[in-house]
Structure formats: C-alpha cells, structure tokens
C-alpha cells in the first residue's frame, strides 16, 4: 500500500495562477482533509469530505476549491494564487473520521511570488 | 469555538533527559485527544491517542493522560533519544453540530542533544 500520496512536492507559482494539489489514497477511507501548515500557526484546516460527493470547510476555506469523485482522490484547487497562500499543504485520510488516526501524506511546498 | 494551547517551544534538552510537553485544551463536551509527531521533511503521525477521562494513551515511551478536570493532555518521555528530535502536535476532536472537524495545537518543536 503506498498510503496517502501527494503531487508536486515543489510547486512554484505567479500571483494570479491557477493549480491543483493532487492527493490519492489506497485505503479505502471516507474521511480526508486538507490543512495548510505555516510557521507558528500549527495546522489549519482547509476543507475536509466524508465521503465521496460531500465536501465541507475547514478554518481556512477561502481561495481555495476541493471536489470529491471518488474514494480515492481528494484535489485541492487554488483558483487565483496569492502570496498569503505560500505554505506547506498536507492531505490525510482516516477511515473513522476525525476522531480516529489520521493518516498524512509527505506535503506540498508551495511558493507564490 | 474548540482550541488547543501548547507550551511554547523551541524545546532543547539532553540525551536521557526527562520531557514534558504542556497541552491544555477548551471543547465543550467530551473531545477525543491527540499527540502527532513530525519528523524533518515528513507529514504527521499519529503517536498516542485518548477517547475518555483518565485514559492513558502510550507509545514509544511515550504517554499522556486525559485529565478532564484540568483540560489536559501532557506529552510525558522518561528517556528522550536524540532520534525524538521532532515538532510535536497536541490535537482534538469533537462531534457536534455536524462538525467533523480536528483541531492542532501550533506545536512544539523538540531538539535532542548527545
């Protein structure tokens, strides 16, 4: 089983561009979420899904789109980059929601200039 | 709204030295309380765990105790290992009002030194 896995691992961005955040797993879990990790500030929720065709926000939603088709896939889009969005993006899943273990992907570095 | 308030860091002690890591937590109801760990140029793990008062989640030498009464959860290591130099997570989460939803704490960056 590979887990939960993230692509690109380094993303480079002009303000104003658009990009998605790809995240798979191979677990079979309803639940995965989206968190921005930024200095100091731990980790913020984005927006999470219980399962496929249902999405909901997080702390911090705004800027950004998720959908969910499937079990599997859970893409995170930044519909027009800012600097404010500059940060590591972390997927998880969890096969009890959030109140059981979360399982993390490696992240997402993300640069907006 | 839920939060999680953990000791300030950076944290810097010696091999065999004894750790604690402050959590404090504020949830109405009863939440379900977290330690993760991350590991340089890695995501989370989850290291232990509690669903209940007085539970005692344990790994690695690790535990940490569910103290309703005080709303705490403190990271407790008898014997750190340079290879538990690591930022730490202290977390929660609690059903209500439809929420799914899991709360961190800013985290604890911990340096261990021979």
């Known amino acids: 089983n590979a887990g939960v896995t993230q692509t690109p691992k380094f993303q480079v961005l002009k303000t104003g561009q658009s990009m998605t955040l790809q995240c798979a797993q191979d677990?079979?879990?309803?639940?995965m979420s989206w968190y921005r990790q930024d200095p100091g500030m731990g980790l913020r929720l984005i927006h999470y899904?219980?399962?496929?065709?249902?999405?909901d926000q997080g702390e911090v939603p705004n800027g950004y789109n998720v959908s969910r088709s499937t079990t599997e896939d859970f893409p995170l889009r930044l519909l027009s980059a800012a600097p404010s969005q500059t940060s590591v993006y972390f997927c998880?899943?969890?096969?009890?929601?959030?109140?059981?273990?979360?399982?993390f992907g490696p992240g997402t570095r993300l640069t907006v200039l | 709204g839920d939060s999680v308030t953990q000791m300030e860091g950076p944290v810097t002690l010696s091999e065999e030295a004894f750790l604690t890591i402050n959590c404090t937590y504020t949830?109405?109801?009863?939440?379900?309380l977290f330690w993760y760990v991350q590991y340089p140029g890695e995501g989370l793990q989850l290291l232990l765990k509690?669903?209940?008062?007085?539970d005692k989640g344990s790994n690695k030498g690790f535990e940490a105790t569910y103290r309703k009464e005080t709303t705490s959860f403190h990271l407790e290591k008898g014997s750190v290992q340079v290879s538990d130099s690591a930022v730490y997570f202290c977390?929660?989460?609690?059903?209500?009002?439809?929420?799914?939803?899991?709360?961190f704490g800013k985290g604890t960056k911990l340096s261990v030194i021979p």
């Open positions: 998880a899943s969890s096969g009890g929601g959030p109140f059981d273990e979360q399982f």
């Open positions: 677990m079979n879990h309803e639940y």
């Open positions: 899904s219980v399962g496929a065709g249902i999405t």
């Open positions: 949830a109405t109801g009863y939440p379900s």
């Open positions: 509690a669903t209940k008062a007085d």
């Open positions: 977390a929660l989460s609690r059903a209500g009002a439809g929420s799914y939803q899991l709360t």
